[in-house]
């Protein structure tokens, strides 16, 4: 993929196709491409970079079709690159017909259809791309919510391609399971017959720290998802069965791996879990939907029942109003309260790293939020001003009609003092910790604003069921989706839908009376142990048929 990022260095797209992924994408699109072509063979890279995948799928089309004459179209933003290109391919292909094009794809109006379109296209974040940018794409291609500029050549392809043509992306697995991908997912189900789906998720095909997917596609529509075939790849720490020199020598098969620099990689096959509007694209095997149903079985409600998710606070200057050490005159100042950031995440409970503190600038007026009249805070007044250049060069603060020292996303000042249950957005195992301490969570967590109507016994349960085992498998298997290093994001989208059994279920008293004796306070040896026992007991819980 051309990763675009903030850069001067990557915002041309230099990081382009290995080799290897160009030629494995190449063969897929040819399986599936069966003709004699009478006539010209025409391939399209709209966003052609260094040529990689033109070449190679022109050379493997010249040995399937060494007496057809190719007609090679690529498009290309940065003019040096095109013409660079444009040589190389023609010395290449010196018989056929080149044409590189400086131009951005997607300004283009579609005159030609091709047999093959193959493309890895930039992958450029909203904030990268602009909001004025960010916001033509969206109204141009009916897109909602963080647009990536990929979504707008994934929808656009289908103007270029023949009936009887096929695609191959390269991308980010992103859009598989964020909700702003829903509209590409539900467009592609509609527009194309999708027949392959590669996620090679944390294997680092690519220097860059997006997780790449293949999707091969052609004209028509996605209606029974047991015919698109899914391939998915990701870091395991299972035994493995064999090593191998490339991930791509084990694609078609199950079963773990381990490559030449010690990595282990569980190789999955099985076919597209849904094609119904705005679901998930997430692998399925017998052995999955059989799981899921079983558990589906045990589930009395789900995580949202409990409470909203929200994120943690936000300042846009840290280093003003976040800090670990408000000591000597520091110590002084009014607005000073605990803070709970990802150094406190534990299972169940904190862990003893020391609070951090927060100068938090709201409070409850009549039951909305208002900032502080730092007049009235002479010590908090000074510290601020201290840094009044940084704070008031916030231009959106200004924009919005804001005090100039506030924090950008306070949230509701009212609800910190309820209990609350805390978690990491990222790591590589769940950490979910209960806080009744009154503290403000910051913006590297997200925190659970339990109702009030929900009972303590329910409380601890949750606890019990998301920092277990089986939340894990839970996650893996019914989204499907990692970060490198194996790590997990614990996004609002799928931690409200984790299951939660009945009060009632007979594993459900064990495992509350451990999380109360975790609470309690153990030694680490024995909260390591219980934790173990509530592992068991979640298991059992929606598993065991009583």
Known sequence: ?????????????????????????????????????????????????????????????????????????????????????????????????????????????????????????????????????????????????????????????????????????????????????????????????????????????????VLPCIVVFSNGRTSDPSEVEFTSIYQTDENEQDCITSVFEKIGENGVFSTSDGRKFSFKQGTLCSVEKSDLWTISSDESKQWLKTVEKHTAHHLFEIGKIRVGIKTTADNVFIGDSWTGELSKIELLRPLITHRNAGKIIPNSADTWQVLYTHTSVNGKKAAYDIEKYPYAKEYLYQHYEQLSSRSYVQKAHRNWYEIWVPQNPDSWKARKIVFRDISETPQFWLDESGAIVNGDCYWIEINSDVSEEMVYLTLAVVNSKFIEKYYDTKFHTKLYSGKRRFMTQYVEEFPLPSLDNPYAQKAIAVVKKIISGLSSEEESRNISILNSLVDSMFTVTS
């Open 1 to 209: 993929m051309r990763y675009k990022n903030e850069t001067k260095e990557k915002s041309n797209g230099v990081i382009y196709t290995p080799e290897e992924m160009a030629n494995f994408l190449s063969n897929e699109l040819i399986s599936y491409h069966i003709n004699n072509y009478d006539d010209e063979i025409y391939v399209l890279d709209p966003a052609v970079g260094n040529g990689e995948l033109l070449l190679s799928i022109g050379n493997l089309l010249k040995k399937h079709y060494p007496n057809r004459k190719l007609v090679l179209v690529g498009y290309e933003t940065d003019k040096g690159v095109a013409e660079t290109t444009s040589k190389e391919l023609i010395n290449f292909f010196p018989d056929d017909r080149v044409e590189i094009i400086h131009q951005d794809f997607l300004s283009v109006e579609p005159t030609v259809q091709f047999d093959f379109i193959i493309a890895n296209p930039p992958y450029i974040r909203t904030q990268i791309l602009g909001t004025d940018k960010a916001q033509e794409l969206a109204n141009r291609y009916s897109l909602s919510g963080r647009i990536d500029i990929y979504y707008a050549f994934l929808l656009y392809t289908k103007s270029f391609l023949k009936i009887d043509g096929i695609a191959g992306y390269i991308t980010s697995n992103k859009f598989f399971t964020i909700k702003s991908g829903a509209t590409v997912r539900d467009y592609m189900i509609e527009n194309y017959q999708i027949k392959r789906i590669v996620d090679f998720g944390d294997t680092k095909l690519f220097n860059a720290s």
